[in-house]
C-alpha cells in the first residue's frame, strides 16, 4: 500500500494496456460469444442452501440464459439439472421454487427422482425400446463452497476449488459454511452486463462518483490491485485511521465472523470472481454483486447479502433498503452512467476504452474473457491482445521486487 501512495508512474514492468474495442459493449456476435463459451464455462453462483434447506426443496435458475433446476435431493447431495423433460422437453418444475418428492412432467407424467433418473412413464407399453437409463434428466455441474450453490454448464471443466484456485484458501477466514442468506433481489439496467459491473470494478471513480459515501472511508491511493488465475482479482485499500466501514456505522450491533483477519477489518477489500460476481468481504458480510446480461444493452444487477446468523434482529442487507425496494445510496451512484454510458458506446462517436493501471482489473477481465471464449473465435476488430503476462498473476508479483 505504501508503495502504490509513493510511486509517481504506473510500475516500470507494467505493461501499457490497448483501448478496449467498443464493440464488446455493443454487438451482438459478441454476446453469442459471450454466451457459447463464457457463461458456458465458468463456475456461476446460482443458489445459497437456505434456499433449498431441506431433501425435496428445488429451485428454478435460469438466470445464464438456460433453464435449470437445483434440486436437494433425497441422498442429501445438492444436483442440478436441465429443466427439461427428456420426452419433448416441457418443463420437469414450473414453481419458481418449491419442495417435492419426485419430479413429475405435467406434459404426460414422465417422473424422475432427485438423482434426475426417469422412474417412470405414462403407457411405457406403447414406446418400442425405450431406454430408462437413457432418458435421465440431462445433468448440469453443480457444486458447493460452503453453503453457496455454483453451477457450470460445462461437463469438462475443473472443479470450482481449481476455478477459485488461491482465493479459496483466502476466503477460509470467512467460513462461508456457516454464512446466511440475509438478503437477494434483482434490478433490471440499462446497459450492457460488463459496463454496470466495470463500475465496481476499479476506485480510479471513486472521488468522483462517491465524494460523500465511498471517498472519506477508502484511501484510493493507496488501493493494491491483484490479479489472479482465471480472471479472479482483488482490490484492497486502507481506510483512513478511526474510520469503520459503512455497513458497520448502520448496523454497529451485528455479529461478526469471529475468524476474519486484519485485512478485511482494516481495509476496504473487494474481490471479483469471474466472469460475473464482485463483492467486498467484511467481518460483518459477504454481500456479492452479480450481473447478468438481458441482451445487449440490458442487464440484471443482483444484490446478495451473506451474513453471520443475526438471531431474532432484522435481517441485514447491504445493498437495499426496504426489502429490495430501492437500492442503498452507493448503489445508486456506481449505476447513475450506465445508460448514459451504453448510449455512448452505441453512437458513431465511440472509438475504444483507454484504461489506467488503475483500472488494470478491467483489462484483465477482458483478457481472460478472450481467454475462456478463445482468440480464434473473436473477430479481430473485438479482440484484447494479452498484455499483461504471467509476472503479474500472483502469486507473481513485480512490484514485492521493487520494494
Ligand atoms: S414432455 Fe414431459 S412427459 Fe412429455
Ligand atoms: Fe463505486
Redesign the pocket.
Known amino acids: 500500500m505504501e508503495y502504490e501512495a509513493a510511486r509517481t508512474a504506473p510500475p516500470p514492468t507494467f505493461p501499457s494496456l490497448p483501448d478496449l474495442p467498443g464493440g464488446r459493449y455493443t454487438d451482438p456476435e459478441f454476446m453469442a460469444l459471450e454466451y457459447a463459451h463464457l457463461w458456458r464455462k465458468s463456475w456461476l453462483l446460482a443458489a445459497h442452501l437456505d434456499e433449498i434447506p431441506e431433501p425435496g426443496c428445488f429451485l428454478l435458475w435460469e438466470n445464464a440464459g438456460q433453464p435449470v433446476v437445483i434440486v436437494h435431493s433425497e441422498t442429501g447431495a445438492i444436483n442440478a439439472f436441465y429443466n427439461t423433460?427428456s420426452?419433448?422437453?416441457?418443463p420437469v418444475v414450473t414453481e419458481p421454487k418449491g419442495k417435492k418428492l419426485r419430479l413429475t412432467?405435467r406434459?404426460?407424467?414422465?417422473t424422475y427422482n432427485h438423482e434426475g433418473r426417469l422412474l417412470s412413464v405414462r403407457d411405457p407399453e406403447d414406446f418400442k425400446d425405450l431406454d430408462f437409463s437413457c432418458r435421465s434428466l440431462n445433468p448440469v455441474r453443480c457444486e458447493t463452497f460452503g453453503n453457496l450453490v455454483f453451477v457450470n454448464f460445462d461437463l469438462e471443466a475443473p472443479t470450482l476449488l481449481d476455478w477459485l484456485g488461491p482465493i479459496a484458501d483466502e476466503w477460509s477466514e470467512f467460513r462461508f459454511d456457516q454464512c446466511r442468506l440475509a438478503a437477494r433481489h434483482s434490478f433490471t439496467l440499462d446497459c450492457n452486463w460488463k459496463i454496470a459491473m466495470e463500475a465496481n470494478t476499479e476506485v480510479y471513480h471513486v472521488k468522483s462518483i462517491h465524494p460523500s459515501t465511498v471517498a472519506p472511508i477508502l484511501d484510493d491511493r493507496r488501493n493494491v490491485n491483484t490479479l489472479y488465475p482465471n480472471g479472479h482479482n482483488r482490490m484492497v485499500a486502507p481506510r483512513p485511521k478511526g474510520m469503520t466501514s459503512t455497513l458497520a456505522q448502520t448496523r454497529g450491533d451485528l455479529p461478526e465472523i469471529a475468524t476474519v483477519g486484519e485485512i478485511a477489518r482494516t481495509c476496504t477489500q473487494s474481490y471479483g470472481i469471474f466472469p460475473n460476481w464482485v463483492s467486498p468481504l467484511s467481518a460483518l458480510a459477504i454481500p456479492p454483486l452479480l450481473f447478468w446480461p438481458k441482451g445487449i444493452d440490458q442487464c440484471m444487477l443482483e444484490t446478495w447479502t451473506f451474513a453471520p446468523d443475526w438471531g431474532d434482529r432484522p435481517a441485514p442487507d447491504q445493498w437495499t433498503e426496504n426489502q429490495g425496494e430501492k437500492l442503498i445510496q452507493v448503489l445508486l451512484e456506481d449505476t447513475e452512467f450506465g445508460a448514459w454510458i451504453q448510449k455512448s458506446v452505441n453512437s458513431y462517436g465511440f472509438k475504444g476504452v483507454p484504461l489506467s493501471y488503475q483500472e488494470a482489473r478491467i483489462y484483465y477481465w477482458h483478457q481472460s474473457a478472450d481467454q475462456i471464449i478463445g482468440p480464434e473465435n473473436i473477430p479481430e476488430s473485438l479482440r484484447v491482445p494479452p498484455v499483461i503476462g504471467e509476472d503479474w498473476i500472483y502469486p507473481n508479483d513485480p512490484r514485492l521486487d521493487e520494494l
Open positions: 423433460c420426452h419433448r422437453g416441457a412432467c406434459y404426460h407424467g414422465w
